[in-house]
């Protein structure tokens, strides 16, 4: 089973989720897709092994075969091409290249072909293990915003054979979705504050509309108010965990342990927030 662990906001919890819930279970594969600012390695300390670069390819225009003609500006559709007309002499395409998402219209609709393709980085893929699981991340060059194309890269290394835990990017724009996309359960953390509550609701629409069986684990129980477990009741969305607003659970987080490993309750809480999960997964395959 593939679970994505998401949130509509960042700051909710959901990278502790993601990690304890892997400890929890005896052997998985974490993929680490929140590639802009992948932390969950500062938890599960895993030995890297293997780094694989992550690379796109780019438009080159030959000056002496191009014509001018703006054909090339014309078919991207994400403008990452522009053709400035200039009466002295003939015009050159300019490219930009953080715009540019590689669909290669520009090269195969050239008429002249002026264009070739060459490969340019944006991120890596690293591969290593902490204990008996399989850990993977993808991390994106400073200054680049492909990011769906390094998380699709890392989903590509998925083994169907093992459990799977997926720590998505924080909201609910093109790398969540790209993140989530094709998972067997999404669960989504959340926190009993009103920011928290708004950003649930958002993230609760994406995944209906991506028809994807989810439920909801509400983190610092106890801090605010009780809308956002309210709203799950009203919407029946699955509350399949609570865990507690407690000063021993930030102190832990604040040095890197993990709290599975500091308490035998937590460790227990996250058990049963993986039987939850099969329950909730297994009814909603008998209702589809």
Avoid at 238 to 249: G, N, V, Y
Wanted: with cysteine.
């Amino acid at each position: 089973m593939i679970i994505a662990v998401a949130s509509g906001k960042g700051g909710t919890g959901k990278t502790t989720v993601a990690v304890n819930l892997a400890l929890a279970l005896d052997s998985v594969s974490f993929l680490d897709c929140d590639v802009e600012e992948p932390n969950a390695h500062l938890f599960l300390k895993p030995d890297i092994q293997k780094e694989i670069p992550v690379t796109v390819s780019v438009p080159v225009f030959d000056g002496q075969k191009c014509v001018g003609c703006g054909k090339c500006a014309e078919v991207c559709a994400y403008h990452a091409i522009a053709v400035i007309p200039n009466p002295k002499k003939k015009s050159q395409p300019l490219l930009f290249p953080h715009l540019c998402h590689a669909c290669g219209a520009c090269t195969l609709l050239c008429p002249v072909g002026a264009i070739h393709e060459e490969e340019r980085c944006i991120g890596i893929i690293e591969k290593g293990f902490f204990g008996n699981s399989e850990f993977i991340q993808g991390k994106m060059n400073v200054g680049e915003v492909l990011s769906p194309v390094i998380i699709r890269r890392v989903k590509g290394l998925i083994d169907p054979a093992i459990v799977t835990i997926i720590d998505a990017p924080p909201g609910t724009s093109c790398p969540v979705v790209a993140a989530i996309r094709g998972v067997d359960f999404c669960v989504l953390v959340t926190e009993p504050t009103p920011f928290g509550l708004h950003d649930l609701t958002l993230a609760v629409d994406v995944v209906r509309q991506m028809k994807i069986p989810f439920g909801v684990v509400i983190n610092r129980a106890g801090l605010g108010n009780d809308a956002a477990e309210d709203y799950c009741h009203k919407e029946g969305i699955t509350i399949l965990a609570k865990i507690p607003f407690d000063r021993e659970i930030a102190v832990h987080y604040s040095t890197g342990e993990t709290l599975v490993d500091k308490s035998p309750a937590m460790m227990e809480l996250f058990n049963c927030l993986y039987k939850n999960i099969c329950q909730v997964k297994n009814e909603a395959d008998r209702c589809s």
